[in-house]
């Protein structure tokens, strides 16, 4: 994990669509930033503290500057109302170097791009590549109005617009996303991209796994995870390689917070599983992974896990720590 941190400048902020504003960062002294590829994101540290990851939705071929766009959330966590509101034109920020868990598939020969709401600001980076390398692609993207929609403009008058469809829950039955035939389309090398809500994710992920998409060809990233807490949690113990000493883990806590109480900090950030800052390999014991940052085939081969969140199947696990 790379935590390198540059300072940059904000140098537009502008209302993207309803509840949804547009920040335009660059380096103060004018130099480029670093290159990013489509569907990065970057960690921005915010007043108060918090520390957020968004997606750059720029183009990743311009590296003198990054753009994010942030869907304002009265119920979020803070982060969304901090940028929104105490983040200014000419203020400073603390961001981390672009990292890429979403990348497109460099040897598919076609790809479904689908975005739900604020999810768009990867997709839409992603169609912007597609589109300059004349590649085969088709983007639907969903959201509640015409009103709540980001970058409408930038779509229409691209030279992708005759491949995005626009869906809007507000809007007549002939418009809606049919998500079931749109899968059942596509060809059995189609690679699928899908960034949106929580609940848009599982239902496209869901159907396209029932359709027999294999895990190689879904590509996702999750903005915010559902930590699960279940009834039945049960204390565990972690062992650090390093020092030997032993911790207990109670079913209330994580093992974040367990290590953190004897003197053990572990950097985090999202504290939900879904942005890897915290990602620490496991040498012994078997993970219970509640996390939405790994993938299939990284949480079955049980050496990595997910401390902010993760619990653990085996009575120890031994961290390589
Ligand atoms: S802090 Fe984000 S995954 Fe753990």
């Not at 670093?34 to 957020?52: C, K, M, Q, Y």
């Not at 979020?76 to 983040?87: E, M, N, T």
């Not at 409408?152 to 992708?160: K, Q, T, V």
């Not at 939405?292 to 990595?304: I, K, N, V």
């Amino acid at each position: 994990m790379n935590n390198e941190t540059l300072t940059v400048q904000v140098s537009g902020k502008w209302v993207e669509a309803q509840d949804i504003c547009g920040f335009e960062l660059r380096n103060p002294d004018g130099t480029s930033l670093p290159a990013f590829t489509a569907g990065s994101h970057i960690d921005v540290h915010l007043p108060g503290g918090l520390v957020r990851q968004y997606s750059l939705c720029g183009d990743p071929g311009s590296a003198d500057r990054y753009e994010v766009a942030v869907l304002r959330d009265a119920g979020g966590r803070g982060g969304s109302i901090a940028i929104h509101d105490l983040v200014h034109v000419g203020d400073f920020l603390q961001v981390s170097v672009p990292r890429n868990h979403f990348a497109i598939e460099q040897n598919a020969t076609r790809h479904l791009l689908l975005a739900g709401g604020i999810g768009v600001t990867p997709i839409l980076s992603m169609a912007e590549y597609l589109s300059s390398r004349g590649e085969s692609f088709d983007m639907h993207y969903c959201t509640r109005s015409e009103s709540r929609t980001a970058f409408i403009a930038r779509i229409s008058e691209s030279d992708f617009c005759d491949r995005v469809q626009f869906h809007y829950d507000n809007g007549d039955a002939s418009q809606r996303f049919d998500l079931t035939s749109t899968l059942t389309e596509e060809q059995e090398s189609t690679h699928l991209y899908v960034c949106g809500p929580r609940g848009f994710m599982d239902g496209v992920l869901s159907a396209a796994r029932a359709q027999g998409w294999t895990e190689d060809r879904l590509h996702y990233e999750f903005f915010s995870g559902t930590v699960t807490k279940l009834e039945g949690d049960a204390p565990f113990q972690v062992r650090l390689a390093s020092s030997g000493a032993v911790v207990d883990v109670p079913a209330g806590s994580t093992v974040v917070e367990a290590l953190a109480t004897h003197g053990v900090e572990i950097l985090t950030s999202c504290e939900q599983g879904v942005c890897g800052t915290c990602l620490t390999r496991v040498l012994e014991g078997q993970p219970d992974h509640r996390d939405s940052y790994l993938t299939e085939e990284e949480r079955a081969s049980g050496d990595q896990f997910m401390p902010c969140c993760s619990r653990s199947k085996s009575t120890l696990l031994v961290l390589d720590l």
